[in-house]
Protein backbone atom coordinates (compact mmCIF):
# COMPACT_ATOMS: atom_id res chain seq x y z
CA UNK A 1 0.00 0.00 0.00
CA UNK A 2 1.37 3.03 -0.84
CA UNK A 3 1.18 6.02 1.50
CA UNK A 4 0.68 9.54 0.30
CA UNK A 5 3.91 11.68 0.84
CA UNK A 6 3.82 14.55 3.49
CA UNK A 7 4.45 18.04 2.07
CA UNK A 8 5.37 20.77 4.08
CA UNK A 9 4.42 24.70 3.02
CA UNK A 10 7.48 26.91 2.54
CA UNK A 11 6.20 28.96 5.67
CA UNK A 12 6.26 26.35 7.83
CA UNK A 13 9.79 25.59 6.90
CA UNK A 14 11.00 28.94 7.32
CA UNK A 15 8.97 29.47 10.50
CA UNK A 16 11.06 26.64 11.64
CA UNK A 17 14.20 27.90 10.30
CA UNK A 18 14.01 30.83 11.93
CA UNK A 19 12.98 29.48 15.52
CA UNK A 20 16.46 27.48 15.27
CA UNK A 21 18.22 30.60 14.43
CA UNK A 22 16.62 32.55 17.12
CA UNK A 23 18.43 29.93 19.77
CA UNK A 24 15.86 27.52 20.24
CA UNK A 25 17.17 23.77 20.28
CA UNK A 26 16.51 21.40 17.58
CA UNK A 27 14.22 18.82 19.50
CA UNK A 28 12.11 21.75 21.08
CA UNK A 29 11.73 23.13 17.64
CA UNK A 30 10.77 19.44 16.49
CA UNK A 31 8.24 18.76 19.16
CA UNK A 32 6.56 22.64 18.80
CA UNK A 33 6.24 21.96 14.78
CA UNK A 34 5.32 17.89 15.37
CA UNK A 35 8.41 17.31 12.87
CA UNK A 36 11.38 14.58 13.13
CA UNK A 37 14.75 15.84 14.26
CA UNK A 38 15.96 14.81 11.03
CA UNK A 39 13.94 16.70 8.43
CA UNK A 40 14.55 19.73 10.46
CA UNK A 41 18.77 18.49 9.77
CA UNK A 42 17.87 18.23 6.01
CA UNK A 43 15.74 21.87 6.32
CA UNK A 44 18.80 23.60 8.26
CA UNK A 45 21.35 22.18 5.81
CA UNK A 46 19.11 23.76 2.34
CA UNK A 47 18.60 26.83 4.60
CA UNK A 48 22.15 27.41 5.14
CA UNK A 49 23.31 26.44 1.68
CA UNK A 50 20.45 29.33 -0.16
CA UNK A 51 19.29 31.23 2.45
CA UNK A 52 16.17 33.19 1.58
CA UNK A 53 15.98 30.93 -1.91
CA UNK A 54 15.65 27.63 -0.01
CA UNK A 55 12.76 25.90 -0.29
CA UNK A 56 11.27 27.16 -3.76
CA UNK A 57 8.19 24.65 -4.08
CA UNK A 58 6.50 23.03 -6.91
CA UNK A 59 6.02 25.57 -8.59
CA UNK A 60 9.72 27.42 -9.40
CA UNK A 61 10.84 24.57 -11.38
CA UNK A 62 8.92 24.76 -13.99
CA UNK A 63 8.90 28.44 -14.15
CA UNK A 64 12.54 28.73 -14.13
CA UNK A 65 12.77 25.81 -16.87
CA UNK A 66 10.11 27.54 -19.64
CA UNK A 67 12.26 30.77 -18.69
CA UNK A 68 15.62 29.62 -19.91
CA UNK A 69 13.59 27.68 -22.87
CA UNK A 70 12.38 30.94 -23.79
CA UNK A 71 15.55 32.37 -23.26
CA UNK A 72 16.86 29.93 -25.47
CA UNK A 73 14.35 30.90 -28.50
CA UNK A 74 15.16 34.29 -27.95
CA UNK A 75 19.04 34.00 -28.17
CA UNK A 76 18.46 31.62 -31.46
CA UNK A 77 16.88 34.65 -32.88
CA UNK A 78 18.35 37.22 -32.06
CA UNK A 79 21.40 34.99 -34.02
CA UNK A 80 19.69 35.37 -37.32
CA UNK A 81 18.55 38.73 -36.79
CA UNK A 82 21.92 39.63 -36.57
CA UNK A 83 23.15 37.66 -39.55
CA UNK A 84 20.48 39.00 -41.11
CA UNK A 85 21.46 42.89 -40.59
CA UNK A 86 25.34 41.36 -41.56
CA UNK A 87 24.03 39.91 -44.94
CA UNK A 88 22.40 43.23 -45.77
CA UNK A 89 24.75 45.56 -44.72
CA UNK A 90 27.22 44.05 -46.96
CA UNK A 91 24.96 44.06 -49.73
CA UNK A 92 23.79 47.83 -49.46
CA UNK A 93 27.69 48.56 -49.32
CA UNK A 94 28.54 46.93 -52.33
CA UNK A 95 25.72 48.68 -54.23
CA UNK A 96 27.19 51.95 -52.90
CA UNK A 97 30.37 51.26 -54.35
CA UNK A 98 29.22 49.78 -57.56
CA UNK A 99 25.55 51.39 -58.59
CA UNK A 100 23.83 50.37 -61.37
CA UNK A 101 23.71 52.02 -64.47
CA UNK A 102 20.94 54.01 -65.96
CA UNK A 103 18.85 50.94 -67.02
CA UNK A 104 17.97 50.13 -63.88
CA UNK A 105 17.27 53.47 -62.94
CA UNK A 106 14.16 53.84 -65.38
CA UNK A 107 16.40 55.44 -68.17
CA UNK A 108 17.59 54.04 -71.50
CA UNK A 109 18.72 50.25 -71.45
CA UNK A 110 22.74 49.73 -72.03
CA UNK A 111 21.33 47.48 -75.12
CA UNK A 112 19.47 48.66 -78.04
CA UNK A 113 16.27 46.36 -79.20
CA UNK A 114 16.56 43.90 -81.53
CA UNK A 115 14.74 45.36 -84.61
CA UNK A 116 11.39 43.14 -85.78
CA UNK A 117 11.96 40.50 -88.44
CA UNK A 118 9.99 41.06 -92.15
CA UNK A 119 7.37 38.28 -92.68
CA UNK A 120 8.13 36.36 -95.51
CA UNK A 121 5.86 36.02 -97.95
CA UNK A 122 4.34 32.91 -99.00
CA UNK A 123 4.46 32.03 -102.74
Known sequence: MLVPRQEYSRELKVACMRELDSGKGM???????????????????????????????????PQARLDSERIAVLERKIGQQTMEIDFLKKVLRRFKEHPLGAGANGGAASTSKSRKRAKRRQA
Not at 40 to 58: H, M, Q, Y
Request: hydrophobic letters at 35%; a positive charge.
Open 27 to 61: AEVARQYQISPKRLENWKGEWRAKGELAFPGKGAR
